[in-house]
C-alpha cells in the first residue's frame, strides 16, 4: 500500500521521467562507446589483411591499441604525455590557488576585492586564449613560424621546447584552471574555527606544525576536489593541447582521440577515450576513499569564531602588487595582445605601421586569408556566432528548467531510492572529459538507432551534449534552492487542493526562480566558450563560434583566429558582467575580498 501511495507521488513520477531520459542521455551512450570498440565498422573494410564483417564482434581494435602496430605511438605514448602534462598542471594549480587563497582569506593583503575578482577572470576566458597568446609572446622563426613579441624586439629565439610541448600545455593550463581551486580552498579556509589553531598556539605549537597537523586535514576535502576537478578538466581539454601540442606532433589522449576520429578509426579511438574514463574514475574512487577515511571534517561549532588576519607587515604592498602584476599578466595581457595581433595587416611585423582594421571589417582580399571577408562583415563567421548564441541560450534554458526539477525531486523525495538514484546519476558528466563526452555522442548518433534518426550534424545532437554534459551546474543550483523553501507552503496548497503543476509554477518555480537564472547563466557562459564538447560534432551545417576559431587557428590564420576569439570573449565578459549586475553578485565576497 505505501509502495503504491509513493508510487503516484509527483516527486516519484517525475524521478522515474527523468531517470529514464537521463539513462539515455548518458548509460546508453557510454554502452554504445563500449560496443563500438568491440566490433567492425563500416570503415574496417578498408583493411586488407583481414577478414571484417560490419557488426560482428572483434578484439582487432583492442589489440591494435595494446599490442599491435598502433599501440606505442597511438596509445602509450600520448597515454604518458596525458599523464605528464596533467600531474603538471595540477601542481601549478594547487601552488597557485593555495598561495592566493591563503593571502586573500588569512592575511591582511591589501587591495583583496580586485584581487579576488581577478583571480576569478581566466576561468571566464575560453581555455585556447592563454595558449594563443603564448605562441604569440613565444613563437619564433626556428619552428617555421613568423616571429612572436620576444623575437620581434628582443632578437631572442627562444628554444623549441618552450614553444611547443609538454611545458607550455601545463603552464596555460595550469593559470587557465587554477580558479577551480581558488575559490575551493578559499572558501574553506574562510570557514575554519579560529579557536582550533589559537589552542594549538597557546600550547606552544609553531606555525609549521598547525599547518600540518591542522590547517591541512581541515581543507583536504577541498585540495583533493582541486586535484579531481584539475584532472579531469586537464585531461579532457583539446584547445590548448592541439594549439601547442599538434604543431610539432606531440599528442595526448584528447588530441589522439580528435585525430583518429579524423581518419575514420572509431573503434581505436573509442579505446582512448574510455581510457580517459578510467583514469577519471581511479580520481574519483581515491578522492572519496581519502575523505571517507575520516568520518568528519566539521569545524564550525556554536561558539566558532573567524581567525584574524595575520600581518604581513612591511611586505603587504609588495606582496599586493606582485601578486596584482602576476594576475594582470594571465588575466588582462593574453587578450589584450590577441587584440593587438588581430589589428596586425601581416603577421609577425608588430610595428605601428602595420597596424589595419582588415580582419575585423575588411573586404574580400585574395592577399589575405583566402579571400575571407572581416569577421564583423563574413556571413559565415555571423552564422556562426549565431548558432553559438542559439545554443547557449536553448540549452541554459532547457538545463535551468531540468535542474528546477531534479532539484524538486531530489528534496521532496530525500529519502526515496529514486531521488537518491536520480542524484547521483545526473552528476556522472561532471566526471567526464569533454573531449569523451563529445566522442560518446558522436558514436551514439553518427546512425540511426530504432526511432532515433541520426542527429550528427543537425542542431539537435548539439542541444543534447550541451544539456547532458552541462546539467549538473543546474542541478547543484537547483538542489541548493529548493533547500530553501519550506514545504509548508505547498502543503497548504495541497490542503486547498492546487495540483501538482499550479504549485510549482505558482510557488516552487517563483521561490526559486534566482537559482533557476544562476544555474542557465552558468550554463551559457559555459557553452559560449566550449571547444573540447563540440570540435567533434560541429559540421559546416551547423558551425560554432568555436569550432570555427579552432579550424582557422589549425590552418595558420591566426589574426583571423584572434579576432575571433576576441569576440567571443568580450560577448563573454559582457554576459558576466550583466549577470552579476543584475543579481547583485559579488564573488570577492564569497572570499573574503573585502
Request: aromatic share 10%.
Amino acid at each position: 500500500m505505501r509502495f503504491a501511495i509513493n508510487l503516484r507521488r509527483p516527486e516519484t513520477v517525475l524521478g522515474l521521467i527523468f531517470i529514464a531520459l537521463l539513462a539515455y542521455l548518458i548509460i546508453v551512450p557510454l554502452i554504445v562507446l563500449i560496443r563500438t570498440t568491440l566490433v567492425w565498422g563500416p570503415a574496417d573494410l578498408r583493411l586488407r589483411s583481414v577478414h571484417v564483417v560490419v557488426g560482428e564482434l572483434t578484439l582487432y581494435h583492442w589489440r591494435q591499441m595494446i599490442s599491435g602496430a598502433l599501440a606505442q605511438a597511438a596509445f602509450y605514448r600520448p597515454l604518458l604525455n596525458t599523464l605528464t602534462v596533467t600531474t603538471i598542471t595540477v601542481v601549478i594549480i594547487l601552488v597557485v590557488s593555495s598561495v592566493l587563497a591563503y593571502l586573500v582569506v588569512r592575511t591582511d593583503l591589501r587591495w583583496k576585492k580586485l584581487i579576488a575578482n581577478l583571480a576569478v577572470v581566466p576561468y571566464i576566458l575560453p581555455s585556447w586564449v592563454l595558449a594563443q597568446a603564448w605562441l604569440q609572446v613565444f613563437k619564433n622563426s626556428n619552428v617555421g613560424m613568423s616571429p612572436g613579441l620576444l623575437e620581434y624586439y628582443l632578437g631572442w629565439q627562444v628554444p623549441d621546447w618552450l614553444v611547443f610541448g609538454p611545458i607550455p600545455i601545463a603552464v596555460t593550463m595550469g593559470l587557465h584552471y587554477y580558479p577551480f581551486g581558488f575559490l575551493l580552498m578559499a572558501s574553506a579556509l574562510s570557514t575554519i574555527d579560529s579557536q582550533l589553531e589559537e589552542s594549538a598556539e597557546v600550547l606552544g605549537a609553531s606555525r609549521a606544525y598547525i599547518l600540518r597537523k591542522i590547517t591541512l586535514p581541515i581543507i583536504m576535502p577541498a585540495i583533493l576536489s582541486t586535484i579531481l576537478l584539475g584532472m579531469a578538466r586537464a585531461m579532457g581539454t583539446f584547445g590548448t593541447p592541439a594549439i601547442l601540442g599538434l604543431p610539432e606532433r606531440y599528442y595526448v589522449l584528447s588530441t589522439q582521440i580528435y585525430s583518429l576520429l579524423r581518419t575514420q578509426r572509431e573503434g581505436q579511438a573509442f579505446i582512448l577515450a574510455l581510457a580517459l574514463l578510467l583514469i577519471a574514475g581511479v580520481g574519483l574512487y581515491l578522492n572519496n576513499r581519502v575523505t571517507s577515511a575520516r568520518r568528519s571534517y566539521t569545524t564550525i561549532g556554536g561558539k566558532g569564531v573567524k581567525r584574524r588576519p595575520a600581518p604581513l607587515g612591511r611586505w603587504n604592498t609588495p606582496v599586493a602588487l606582485a601578486i596584482m602584476a602576476f594576475l594582470l599578466l594571465v588575466a588582462v595581457f593574453p587578450l589584450a595582445l590577441l587584440t593587438w595581433s588581430s589589428f596586425m595587416l601581416n603577421a609577425g611585423d608588430w610595428s605601428l605601421s602595420n597596424f589595419s582594421l582588415h580582419y575585423w571589417i575588411g573586404e574580400s582580399n585574395p592577399r589575405f586569408v583566402e579571400g575571407e571577408p572581416g569577421i564583423l562583415r563574413n556571413q559565415a563567421i555571423v552564422g556562426g556566432l549565431w548558432n553559438s548564441v542559439k545554443l547557449a541560450v536553448i540549452g541554459g534554458l532547457l538545463c535551468g528548467v531540468l535542474g528546477m526539477l531534479i532539484g524538486y525531486v531530489v528534496v521532496k523525495g530525500k529519502r526515496q531510492p529514486v531521488a537518491r538514484l536520480l542524484e547521483q546519476v545526473s552528476f556522472v558528466p561532471m566526471l567526464i572529459p569533454s573531449i569523451v563526452f563529445g566522442a560518446i555522442y558522436l558514436s551514439l548518433f553518427a546512425v540511426r538507432r530504432g526511432p532515433i534518426p541520426a542527429l550528427y550534424g543537425t542542431f539537435a545532437v548539439l542541444v543534447l551534449v550541451t544539456v547532458a554534459k552541462q546539467l549538473p551546474y543546474t542541478v547543484r543550483a537547483g538542489v541548493a534552492a529548493m533547500h530553501q523553501v519550506s514545504g509548508e507552503l505547498e502543503e497548504a496548497a495541497v490542503v486547498l487542493g492546487a495540483p501538482w503543476w499550479r504549485r510549482f509554477r505558482s510557488i516552487m518555480f517563483p521561490l526559486t526562480r534566482g537559482g533557476f537564472v544562476a544555474g542557465s547563466l552558468i550554463v551559457f557562459i559555459t557553452t559560449m566558450r566550449e571547444l573540447s564538447l563540440y570540435i567533434l560534432l560541429s559540421t559546416p551545417s551547423n558551425r560554432l563560434l568555436t569550432a570555427m576559431t579552432y579550424r582557422y587557428t589549425e590552418v595558420g590564420y591566426e589574426q583571423f583566429s584572434n579576432a575571433m576569439t576576441v569576440l567571443l570573449t568580450v560577448i563573454v565578459i559582457i554576459v558576466t558582467v550583466i549577470v552579476q549586475a543584475w543579481q547583485r553578485t559579488d564573488l570577492a565576497e564569497g572570499v573574503g575580498g573585502r
